[in-house]
């Protein structure tokens, strides 16, 4: 590293090296702060901060994570829920100043999940009160792009560098170092949720090289891995112990195909309307009944969202093999997700609704994640000497349950807590510190992710009261204590 005036000066070492600017990364980040750690540094492959990703629901465990990490932060992300309780000023003129008019109550929408017969098997509310009401704590949607530009706005603009993409790391003698280029090219990431395509599938999971600029490098004591499900800090470090099989994502077994399809027939409405939708803006459609041939077929769902103008968008998620998009048209996909349909014996109204897409809009993705626990019980590491994985880049999921965010800023919460400790006790040359902090973290956060990683597999079967029970358990958990007790 050379100064202004062309000769060598020491390298900075950072306390921490964030590695992700998304939103775990970035609340993460926040939470130092806030804890009086600004020797930090946030790097990101992309070169630029752009429009991408879909909505992401920040339910009440996320927001009191969030509100723990950094309360700024939480208010700003609550803000527009909170606007959006206002009713609109509907006040009519009156002959007297004394009267006036009060604002109709907004109304409350139900997301319902329901079985082939149109009968409701449970139900949630999509507005920020009832949650409230209910657990203490509300539920904002807001897109991924807004959430991540949010909480990069909180930061200082120094503390946060696009385009540095990650290609290697080497662990030093009291720190790590972070090898990156500067990239040119806008990669895809085909593991992540929020990449839908609308051409073939690469199952590969490679991803295309492109020349870059010389390799530049980064010291940290403390490395923070939220480079997000296809981590290249968790690669180089399970291909380091041999981990390899555990290095990239597994498939899940569910993948999905979604679309808007405009002007659709009033009959079509019509009937969707008096037998699922009800008034309804959003339903979940499965079959639960025991005649079907195969026992996964169970798990296949339909989501619908009816739109003005008589438009549908909906997402079809289903218990697809690996390979078997592999080398198909838009066409033949659309029609392999209409036989899912017949598969699952839903009613020929949702085949002929789907019929209706035009393959050319047609968006599908694979989902993967990075299970807590294999299948021979081995749990694979979230830590290794300075560094720590945390959100996707340790324990990706499919977004069944929307916990992904939720969870990623829950890890946040605790190793913000615990590297800040850390540092208090000037613990930042002691390997024995840092190996009992990353501990502490996983005894904390392990159990409880293995449950949301369970029950996001499992949760589209259960009854209202299991979904009840779940959600209790799930949502009341409050800070610090989650920290300090691992409740």
Known sequence: MKDENGSISPRQVYDVLIVGAGPVGLATALGLRKRGITNILV??????????????????????????????????????????????DSQEPSNSPDEVKEKPALPKRLWRQ?????????????????????????RVSVSWFDLQTTLTSLLPPDRVQANHRCINLEEEAGRVRIDTISNTATSTNPFAHWEMRQSNVDTSGSTQESQGSDPESYYAKLVV???????????????????????????????????????????????LDNKYLQGERIITVHNNSGQLNLPELKLLRLMLIYLPDNSVSYLLYAPFSLNAWQNKSLTEILDSGTQALRNAKFPTIFTELIGLSNPEKLSHRLFYMHPVNTQNN?????????VILVGDAAH???????????????DAAVIVTFIAKLLQENGLDKENAIANIFEKYEKIRRPFIEKIQTATMESNQWAQQQWDDFNEILHRRVYPSVVTLGE
């Open 43 to 88: 790097i990101d492959q992309t070169r630029e901060f752009r429009k991408v990703g879909q909505g992401v629901d920040l339910l009440p465990n996320g927001l009191r994570a969030l509100k723990y990490i950094g309360s700024d932060a939480y208010e700003k992300i609550k803000e527009p829920a909170v606007k959006a309780l206002q009713p609109p």
């Open 114 to 138: 329901k079985n082939i017969q149109g009968d409701t098997t449970r139900s949630f509310p999509t507005d920020f009160q009832s949650w409230f009401d209910r657990y203490g704590e509300g």
């Open 225 to 271: 891995a939220a480079d997000g499900i296809n981590s290249t800090i968790r690669q180089v470090l399970y291909d380091n112990k041999g981990l390899k099989e555990w290095a990239k994502p597994h498939y899940s077994g569910f993948s999905a195909i979604s679309s808007r399809i405009d002007n659709v027939p009033n009959s079509i409405i019509e009937e």
């Open 378 to 386: 081995f749990q694979p590491p979230w830590s290794h000497g300075r």
């Open 396 to 410: 990706a999921m499919p977004p069944f349950m929307a916990q992904g965010a939720n969870q990623g800023f829950e």
